[in-house]
């Protein structure tokens, strides 16, 4: 009887860590494609955008840097008459491209119907260095696809319907997958 409830107690304990690894938690698929719904957005506005990427490969390759980071602070200020997004995040790690672990980047939102970036999100960011006259280094997100948020400790692509990553090209991830995937571009 000990014997048993010792093996019982055991693998409640490895499931127990099983599920904390690293903060990824296995999802169904079908809540996978629900939360991935959730971050497909259609807007009545038409946005132009410079460039769309049919793949994760394709966005990787136009990106010069990739990041996990943590939004710190979102705010809107107005340049030259016309009102900016800028948020501060802390790089928490560098998927490519050079950036200090811990350090801080301005990130700079352009036009785009999906929801501006908020204090607290989890995102892994697509970026590429833009001209300003404010900022040192200022970075502007890849395309309209260069965004994926953290939800239930997967990435989700935030996208407008138009240009969102096909499913075949990009299933949600979690971090290390996230990182397998760019590994194998």
Known sequence: MKKRLALLLLAVCLLG???CSGGERELTEAALLALNEEETYEEDRLFCYAD?????SELYDASELIVECSVDTAETLTLEGHPEKYSTVTVNTVLRGEA???GALVV???PSPVPK????QHLILFLNECDSAWYDELYCISGGQGKFIEREGYYFQQAHHTVKLPLEE?????LSGFTGLLDQI
């Open 117 to 120: 970036l908020e204090e607290g």
């Open 170 to 174: 990009y299933y949600p991830q979690t």
């Open 108 to 110: 700079l939102e352009g």
């Open 100 to 102: 200090e672990e811990g």
């Open 17 to 19: 860590a099983a599920a």
């Open 52 to 56: 769309i990427f049919a793949s994760v």
